[in-house]
Every structure is written in C-alpha cells, then in structure tokens.
C-alpha cells in the first residue's frame, strides 16, 4: 500500500529552529517504519517562500525576495540530512512547476464556481499571513499571537466561498472521527466550523510576491491558499519524468502544528472539495515544545513558557545538540520527553537526563554489555539456542504494538511500548547473571541461552527502534551482522544471529 507523509513547509524568513525540526523528525519516524512495514512511501518536506512574512523580511534586510529565498531555503534544506531526515522530495513553492500546478489547480476552484469578485475590509497581521476576525483584534488591534499592531485592509479580493462549504465538512468530520488527530483538536476544528464559515480571500491586490492569479494579473494569490497547494503539486514533479500524483494522492498523514490548525482541518479539505479532489486520511496536529523564559529559572507565577519560535527570541539550536551528542540524542528526546500530540516544556537539564540515563545507560549499556559478554564468554559468536520462550513472547509483542500505536502516530507512545522492552531486556541480564553462569562450566548451556537470547531482544528491539534512531540502531545492526530493517523480520528466532564484530559505546556518557 502506498503511504504519504508531509510536513508543513516552512517560511524561509529566519533561520531553523527547534520547532522545524520537530514536525520534520515525527514526519521521519512515521515515514521510516512505514517503510519497514514494506510500505511505498513518499515523504515530503520543504519551505513556504512567498507572502508577506518572506516580502518583509526581505525588506528588513535590503534584498529582493528571491534573494532572500535563494539564500534561505537552502538552510532547510541542509537541515534533512542533518536531522537524518529520509524526506524523498525537498519542495520550494518558488519552484515554477509548483507555481503553475498550484495556478491549474486554484482555475479549476474558480472554473467550478467558488470564487467570487469582492473588497475585503479588515485586520490582517502580516507576521501570520492570516486575516483576523474583530474579536481576535479585540479592543487594542493586536495580533493575539505576536502582540504586534494588525494592519487595517482594505483592498479588492477574490473570495473562496467556504461558507458554503460548512455542511460538507461537518459530515467529514462526522463520517471520518479521525480526519483530525488527537481528539481535542478534533474537537477544536470541528467546533470552529460549527461556530460559522466565513468566506476567505484567495488574492491579494496590494501586493506582489505570491504566485499570479493566472485570471488577473494586478492579484497575486494569498499565500496559505497557494501553500497547501504544495502538498498535492510536489506530486506531479518530484520524479523526473514520472507524475506521482495517481500513486500517492491522497497523503495518508498531514503533520502539522497547532498553530496552523484552521488552515488545514478548515481551509484545506474545502479547497479540496471544491477542486473535486480527494481529501487526506489525517491531519495529526502536534503541539508546541516549550522553554522557560531565560533567566527565570524558578516556576513562578511570571515565569511564563513560552512557545519556542522565531519571533519569541529564546530558540534553542537543534545544530548544536546535534555537534555535542549526535543526531539520534536530538530525534529521541523530541518524541520521548513530550507526548506527540501535547505541548510540553524542553530544557538542556531534561535533555542531559533523557541522555544519560536513557540513551546512555538503558540502551547504550545494554547493547555494550551484551556484545562485550558474547564476546568474552563466546568469542564473538552468538550460540544458537533456543532463546528463552518467555522472554520471546514479551519481546516480540513490542512489534504489532508499535504498529497499531503508529497507525494513530503515537510517536511517543510507540517509543514508550519499545522502551519497556529495554527495560525488560536489563532486567533480564540482572536476574540471569551470565557472569556468575560463566563461572561454572555445567551451566554452559544456560550461559548459551542467556546470550542468545539477549542478542536477539536486542536485535529485535533496534529493528523498531529504527525509526526513532536511525543512526546507533543502524550501528548497532551491522555490529550484530544483521542489519535487516524489516518488520516483518522483528521476532526473535534461534540461530539467526553468527559472529559480531565489536561495537564503540552507542551514546558516549562524556563528550
Ligand atoms: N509556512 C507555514 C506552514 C505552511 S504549510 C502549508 C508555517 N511555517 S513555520 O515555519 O512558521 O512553522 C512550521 C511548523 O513549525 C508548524 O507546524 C509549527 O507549529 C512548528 N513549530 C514552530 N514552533 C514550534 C514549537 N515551539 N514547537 C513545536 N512546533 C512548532 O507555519
């Protein structure tokens, strides 16, 4: 079956942070194992490049905004293989296939009767991209998100006529209870349809960066209409010479922020019905990591956490987690410490406990120590016994519970279930003792099955680990001779595994 994921794109006005990579590991980690579960995936990232927030970036820094595109985008980008991202398509909207499939696409709304000449009179705030009803502006005209002035606009529009699309996507909702992900942003979508349907502009007049509204050359379309677009268009030109559309539409997994929740459980499947196109299975709406404030580190009542983000000033560098402890230290801490779907507070104290006490010593040791005792006791190879019947049955119930897990991207739950197995897979190596069984030659045979069967948990274990740390399990893999990442394969068996090599520590405690 085929299976498509996506991020959201991103504005290419400042630089990555946090908050970029964790849409984009969650995206990865579904993306992998359902690659492993013999899936044909297509996973999609990029970056959002016009609208105003890109235009006056650009205008900020005394460059075009090509330019300032030009020079951006390419940080995203470079952020994949950092993250050791498997994104098999990076789209830019500036891209001029996306330009003219997201115009093509736009008409045929228009051709079906949707759009709709008209002013548009009201708040706007050109740091979100998005026109603000008069209760957000409240008394004081201030974006309710970035606390800065809105604009007042006034200017000729082509309107998308959503309002008549209320009752459509009421009986989605109805019909697919998990059209959007978790439940309370379900209920969050859904009460905002039922609260009344506004018509939307599609165009902007006053306004020159955005893709031409292929009817009327003096408007450009409105950004996040344009934008969504991008998860339908990648598909027609990501593959030389192939159009993937046919394959891959509709995507299995939006994944998204809350943030832009309205776009895409509102906005998005409306354009879709109104296009005749089929709509994706899930939008899964993840919430935001949190920081303290800096310098405030006691939680008092002013000690407010606050959204990571750009314009909050207090980012914390995804690059440099990565150069001090590695890649996978940065995707587990991401989808363990938070629950997937929840906000939650991050900190460098957290993270350097995840690390040592979970990387470092439940995995890290457990892989060492298994490999140093084969080693040790059996030269390097791993005895062919019969690994131990209940150990198997716990061990290898990790896997179809991961599975349903992922089914509802539950990152971290999924992450929870394998862990346990690590757990249980120390516990294991307490109660056996195999140096107190190495000691006495009539319990060789026991001393084998304890070794086998440790070997093979681990096995099994960084198999669905993959996903989540692509670059230890993997490492852990080839060590044990068996680098296999299907899932289908993730049970353990005797006589699978042969000699090993050895293995430098998984998670080093000191860098
Ligand atoms: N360009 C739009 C998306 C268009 S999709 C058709 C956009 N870009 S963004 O760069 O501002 O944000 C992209 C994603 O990063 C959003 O999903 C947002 O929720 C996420 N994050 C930004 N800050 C975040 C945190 N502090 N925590 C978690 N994710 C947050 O919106």
């Known amino acids: 079956m085929s299976f498509y994921v996506t991020t959201p794109i991103y504005y290419v006005n400042a630089a990555p942070h946090l908050g970029h990579a964790y849409s984009t590991i969650a995206a990865d980690v579904l993306a992998r194992h359902m690659r492993q579960r013999g899936e044909d995936v297509f996973f999609l990232t990029g970056t959002d490049e016009h609208g105003e927030p890109v235009a006056l970036a650009a205008e900020r820094e005394g460059v075009t905004p090509q330019e300032l595109v030009d020079r951006n985008a390419p940080r995203f980008k470079e952020l994949m293989p950092r993250l050791n991202v498997s994104n098999d398509f990076f789209i830019r909207t500036s891209d001029p296939e996306h330009q003219a499939a997201s115009q093509k696409v736009l008409a045929l709304i228009r051709d079906n009767g949707h759009v709709y000449e008209g002013v548009y009179e009201g ?10 009803t008069d209760a957000e502006a409240g008394d004081d005209n201030l974006c309710p998100i970035h606390r800065t002035a809105l604009t007042r606009e006034k200017e000729d529009n082509y309107f998308f006529r959503l309002s008549a699309f209320q009752d459509d996507l009421l009986r989605l909702y109805d019909e697919q209870p998990d059209f ?5 942003r379900y ?24 893709v031409p509204v292929p009817w009327d050359p003096e408007h450009v379309f409105y ?17 030389p010479g192939e159009d993937l559309t046919e394959r891959f539409w509709p995507a299995q997994f939006h994944i998204i922020g809350k943030d832009i929740l309205k776009f895409h459980t509102v906005f998005w499947p409306a354009m879709l019905l109104a296009a005749g196109l089929p709509l994706p299975e899930h939008v899964f709406v993840h919430g935001f990591l949190l920081m303290r404030e800096e310098g405030k580190t006691d939680a008092g009542a002013d000690s407010e956490l606050k ?3 750009k314009s909050m000033g207090n980012v914390l560098d995804p690059f440099q987690i990565i150069d001090e402890f590695g890649t996978d230290a940065l995707r ?7 629950g997937f779907g929840q906000d939650g507070e991050v900190s460098t104290a957290r993270f350097a406990m995840r690390y040592e006490s979970e990387l470092a010593n439940d995995f890290g040791n457990l892989a060492s120590r298994t490999v140093a005792m084969i080693h040790r006791y059996r030269g390097g190879d791993v005895p062919s016994s019969q690994p131990d019947p209940e150990l198997v ?11 349903a897990l992922l089914d509802r991207a539950d990152l971290t739950g999924a992450l929870e279930a394998i862990w346990v197995r690590v757990r249980r897979l120390n516990r294991y190596v307490e109660e056996q003792a195999p140096w107190v069984l190495a000691k006495d030659e009539a319990r060789a045979e026991e001393l084998d099955r304890v070794l086998a069967s440790l070997a093979e948990g681990l096995r099994v274990v960084a198999v669905a680990l993959h996903p989540w740390i692509p670059e230890s399990t993997g490492r852990l893999l080839a060590t044990l001779g068996a680098p296999q990442l299907e899932l289908e394969g993730a049970r353990m068996q005797a006589g699978r595994l042969g000699a090993i090599s050895k293995l430098e520590p998984l998670f080093p405690k000191h860098r």
């Open 123 to 132: 708040w706007y705030c050109p740091r979100c991209a998005d026109f603000k």
């Open 180 to 184: 959007v992900m978790p439940r309370h």
């Open 187 to 210: 209920n969050e979508a859904r009460s905002f349809i039922e609260s009344g349907l506004q018509d939307v502009s599609l165009s902007r007049s006053t306004f020159t960066w955005g």
């Open 223 to 239: 950004v996040w209409f344009e934008a969504l677009l991008n998860y339908y268009t990648a598909l027609s030109y990501a593959k």
């Open 307 to 309: 959204k990571m983000s």
């Open 332 to 338: 587990f801490y991401c989808m363990r410490d938070v």
């Open 393 to 403: 049955a716990e061990i290898d119930a990790a896997v179809p519970e991961v599975c």
